[in-house]
Nanobody, 124 residues
Framework: QVQLVQSGGGLVQAGSSLRLSCAAS????????????MGWFHQAPGKEREFVAA????????RYADSVKGRFTISRDNAKSTVYLQMDSLKAEDTAVYYC????WGTGGPYNYWGQGTQVTVSS
């Protein structure tokens, strides 16, 4: 069982940066968290949830949506049971609710544990 608690987000201007964090809590242990691939997804108003980035359990591999390549960086600290999404050069179209998620199957999912979501708003 993995419980994910997100932090970060907010309102920024285009071109700015933000970092989202997602920490495993509750009964999850460092050993449990390090068994899961982690991903970030976002959902804009009126649209379906979309994949943003993912990182393998060992941090040996990462995947990104084409729309964020070169601007976003996913990383993890298994000692802190936390995954991060560094978002640089933000654009108005990045505005969405962002969710972190955990998958025991790998970066391709399916993802079976989700964070509560955090709003990111980028003003142009």
């Amino acid at each position: 069982q993995v419980q994910l608690v997100q932090s970060g987000g907010g309102l920024v201007q285009a071109g700015s940066s933000l970092r989202l964090s997602c920490a495993a809590s509750g009964r999850a242990s460092e050993r449990t968290f390090s068994s899961y691939a982690m991903g970030w997804f976002h959902q804009a108003p009126g649209k379906e949830r979309e994949f943003v980035a993912a990182i393998s359990s060992s941090a040996g591999s990462t995947r990104y949506a084409d729309s964020v390549k070169g601007r976003f960086t996913i990383s993890r600290d298994n000692a802190k049971s936390t995954v991060y999404l560094q978002m640089d050069s933000l654009k108005a179209e990045d505005t969405a609710v962002y969710y972190c998620a955990a998958s025991i199957w790998g970066t391709g999912g399916p993802y079976n544990y989700w964070g509560q979501g955090t709003q990111v708003t980028v003003s142009s």
